[in-house]
């Protein structure tokens, strides 16, 4: 019989700080930092993949280090901080750059009726430069190659090329933005300013004021 | 151009994808869902004995063991070319891999612990898993007979055979004066998306919900209702973008299973695939393809002559298709007098390959443009100066009855020799080759587009497409931002549910921004045509008198936002102004693929590698690649999509290959024992560069674009290993080993088979 055998029952009563919040819950002891974050505390911006420890989607931080969350037992997690994805734009480590307006990208409103819009008030350095080099394509091996960078930037934080493919080597992209990827860590670690958003989206800053909510006919006429 | 198109504009979407708000099938959380894991046998075919339940039924939480007794008899069967595919295996299995029940449970750890205790007693049976086996006169068959009827084929592994020829190919062969001939193979790779299936099906009042990370969310609604017997009506798809698909999530898998489990059950149900099922449920299809070409002493092309086999799986899905057209454009993008060509899907007992980015095509390249690169050699002529002696000229017919050379493919080859400084002496100790890769783009199509213009100027758009990372939103968004004037923040790309998005056929052969695209910009010119009567009205004047221009009213001096003129002309109810685009590829029956390319995607690479001698290890120091875009709407999307294509041509050139032991078990499942490329496994240099004619047929002069980088890889690495060292290598991947071996077999390439692994 193995651990698996038994249907995971409340268990191990553990303490995470996880993206700053503390985090009382009991585990199974089975399961992994990944089941975890994903399933117990619906944090799914970290990704399952491998369940190996080979493509690194399910990199986060653990008390400061980058680790394969897939590889970790939650148990093994007990006292520690984690930082996953989701918290990476309330980081103190890069200097966030402001994002326009309420930073409303145009949203998926239509795909599954429960994307979380979530007003993001501000997005970290790494992200900005993720997005500005046309870093994520499909997006799914984003969070651990963010997560896997904002460690190696951490530790070396002026890295060189060789520096960043090599501290990038446990993160699999199949579409391979490697370049961009490498490119936006190299640019996040630069001193060089980041474009605003409005530049980046072909739009010269102030040139396109938002719609106008007053400019919107009065649709309460009471119908006849 | 503006700027809008042709500006690198950040990806639509991009912002949930750095901060993990963007949510998979996987990330859902679907209430009261029970999950499911597959129940497999340890062979590539076995007789099914009995499946005993009792043990896992025991497991706290398990709830069903289904299995073929669950299904309706006989079996039904689906797939999007032939119905061949049981929706659980019935009697036998015909691959590793391949399901006999499935196990749903409250929890995940339920559904594992109940699987793993399923007891199936089974007969392991002979299998086919090569070309040569399949082929063999008294080989098992694959598939029964009876699921082929009227098919004179039935009686043997080939599940198709593909003809095609022009000229006189005697009259041909007599002329020629130089002829070469090889023979190469290529293996079985899978798609490896970093996201892994994921499937949720859902009671849904009298109809049913499925959730897939699937391409073609309206190819499933049919298969999901014909299957059921439900209308179409009833079968709502939702669609997330996949996390990576290349081909591999554009036909439905394990959804019929999942469908019935939950009307059976009365509950949703989630299956997730590790990363080891997704390789027993996608891949490409392994070939062999012989080459014969004849020259004259000048270079000039005068036939060829290609017969290739390609090892498909057990069950068709969309792979004899892949075959069909990677064979019909065999001959490549060159003027060839007589061409025959022969190209058989062959059945085996191995995993079902489907499109992968390519379809069909690689395969088909390496072979012939590692030909021409031979040739090249044998006549004496440069490689590039052989390929530009045989490209037709924009608006030159290469294929009798298809479209004409639809760009200026020679200025794609010569930018890509002067970025690799082709003509310079090459440092010592490296070598470079350079090859071409052509495919024909989709051959039929539809897309509908639903485009509203909201009271406040801002765009809602709706499209079937799904976005896997190619960027498709994105290019919708940026279309219809200057076509109605507004910034592209106003904009939301709605997709993937099809309760709410109009049809469209497929996401597929790089078709969206072309098929797609035009229908968007149909939707938009609707609600120009409509803004164009109420400033009309407004302004009291002819409708001739008015004319929209990207986001503009002009009547007669006079110009204005559109959303001055739709503010106005809505008026105090408000409302909206809803544009419908169309856009057809329409079929031609009397065509050998059923339709004429939309276009052509046309990549030239061009590449430099170190080899070490001591080690067969290669280096690719410098590699080019050059698309023909028509016009690149997004340069870093192209980018993105043109050196992600080239990555992943060299996870197949140099690495990736599917290992199966002696009774054909696939013995590399996962990340562990199969490798894709990595941050470092990259060129030292990747350049990318486009020609842009804006000859392409869609909004702007665009093409399709994504698959090309990926196509003409091999040949080029290959072609800079013998530039390098003199050794001629044939068969895939270009492995450490194989190049070892070769390297110390003086010069002839030791045949290594990939298909058996001696114990």
Known sequence: MTAFDRPAQAGIPIELTVNGRMRRIAVAPHHTLLEVLRDDLRLTGTKECCLVGECGACTVLLDGRSVDSCLVLAVEAQGGTVVTVEGLAGLARPPDVARPRDGAGPRDEGRDGTVDVGAEPSLGRLQRAFLATGAAQCGFCIPGQLMSAEALLRRTPHPTRAQVEEGLAGNLCRCAGYEQIIEAVLLAASDEPLPAQSALTGHPAGSAAGPDPAAVPDASVAPQ | ?759
């Open chain 2, 1 to 759: 151009m503006n700027g809008l198109i042709g500006s690198p504009v950040e990806r639509v979407g991009g912002p949930e994808r750095v901060t993990g708000a963007q949510a998979y099938v996987a990330d859902l959380a679907i209430a009261g869902a029970l999950q499911v894991k597959l129940v497999t046998v340890d062979a590539a075919r076995a007789r099914i004995i009995r499946i005993d339940p009792t043990a896992a039924l025991a497991v706290p939480g398990v709830r069903c063991v289904f299995t073929d007794a669950d299904l309706p008899h006989p079996m039904p069967r689906f797939g999007p070319q032939f119905r061949d595919r049981p929706v659980l295996a019935t009697g036998q299995t015909t691959y590793h891999g391949d399901p006999v029940a499935a196990v749903a449970a409250e929890t995940a750890d339920a559904a594992a612990a109940g699987a793993a205790l399923v007891h199936v007693e089974y007969e392991t049976l002979p299998a086919v898993t090569s070309i040569a086996a399949a082929l063999a006169p008294d080989a098992p068959l694959v598939q029964d007979p009876a699921i082929r009827p009227g098919d004179p084929l039935s009686g043997s592994n080939v599940l198709r055979e593909h003809q095609y020829a022009w000229g006189d190919l005697e009259k041909a062969e007599a002329e020629a004066e130089v002829v070469v001939e090889g023979a190469y193979t290529f293996p079985m790779v899978t798609q490896f998306a970093i996201e892994p299936h994921a499937f949720v099906a859902a009671p849904n009042g009298d109809g049913i919900a499925m959730w897939s990370s699937i391409q073609h969310p309206y190819w499933l609604q049919r298969v999901i209702a014909s299957l059921l017997e439900l209308p179409l009506a009833k079968v709502r798809v939702h669609a997330p973008d996949p996390g990576g698909a290349f081909g591999g999530k554009q036909h439905a898998k394990y959804e019929p299973l999942l469908a019935f489990m939950a009307r059976r059950l009365g509950r949703p149900v989630r299956l997730v695939l590790s990363l080891e099922e997704t390789f027993q449920a996608v891949r490409r299809g392994a070939s062999e393809v012989h080459v014969r070409t004849g020259f004259r002493r000048d270079g000039t092309l005068v036939f060829r002559d290609i017969e290739a086999n390609y090892l498909i799986g057990a069950y068709a899905d969309i792979a004899d298709r892949t075959v069909a057209k990677g064979a019909y454009t065999s001959a490549g993008p060159y003027r060839t007098p007589a061409v025959r060509i022969v190209g058989r899907s062959v059945l085996s007992n191995t995993v079902p390959s489907t499109a992968f980015r390519g379809f069909g095509n690689p395969q088909q390249i390496w072979a012939v443009e590692s030909n021409m690169n031979e040739a090249a050699e044998l006549l004496g002529i440069d490689p590039l100066e052989l390929r530009l002696r045989n490209l037709p000229e924009r608006g030159e017919t290469f294929i009798p009855g298809d479209t004409p050379a639809d760009g200026r493919w020679a200025d794609a080859v010569r930018r890509a020799a002067e970025m690799i400084d082709w003509q310079q002496p090459r440092p010592a100790g490296r070598g470079r080759g350079l090859a071409v890769g052509l495919k024909s783009g989709p051959t039929t199509g539809l897309s509908y587009s639903t485009v509203r213009l909201l009271a406040d100027g801002s765009i809602v758009i709706y499209a079937g497409t799904s976005d896997m990372g190619q960027g498709a939103r994105t290019i919708f968004a940026q279309i219809a931002a200057l076509e109605l004037g507004a910034p592209l923040e106003w904009v939301t790309v709605v997709m993937g549910d099809t309760a709410a998005v109009p049809y469209d056929q497929q996401t597929s052969a790089s078709r969206s921004s072309v098929l797609m695209g035009n229908a968007v910009l149909n939707a938009c010119r609707q609600v120009q045509a409509r803004i164009r009567e109420m400033a009309a009205r407004l302004e009291a004047v002819d409708e001739a008198a008015v004319t929209v221009d990207r986001g503009t009213v002009t009547i007669g001096e006079r110009r204005l936002p559109i959303r001055d003129v739709l503010v106005r002309g809505l008026g105090r109810l408000g409302g909206e102004v809803i544009g419908l685009g169309e856009s057809r590829k329409e079929a031609e029956p009397d065509h050998p693929l059923g339709g004429t390319a939309a276009f052509y995607e046309f990549n030239c690479t061009a590449v430099e590698v170190e080899v070490d001698r001591a080690t067969g290890d290669l280096r690719v120091v410098r590699h080019v690649t050059v698309s023909d875009v028509g016009r690149a709407l997004n340069p870093g999307q192209v980018r993105g999509q043109d050196e992600g294509a080239a990555i992943m041509g060299l996870g197949h050139t140099l690495m990736e290959h599917y290992i199966l032991d002696e009774v054909g078990r696939i013995r590399n499942l996962g990340a562990i024992d199969y490798r894709i490329p990595t941050s470092m496994d990259l060129p030292t240099s990747i350049e990318s560069d486009v020609i842009e004619n804006g000859d392409g047929p869609g909004p702007y002069g665009a093409k399709g674009m994504s698959e090309g980088a990926l196509l003409p890889i091999s040949p080029a690495v290959a072609a800079a290993v013998r530039d390098a060292t003199g050794t001629i290598i044939r068969d895939l991947p270009l492995s450490p080993e194989r190049v070892w071996r070769a390297l110390h077999a003086d010069g002839s390439a030791a045949p290594i088979r990939d298909e058996v692994l001696a114990r």
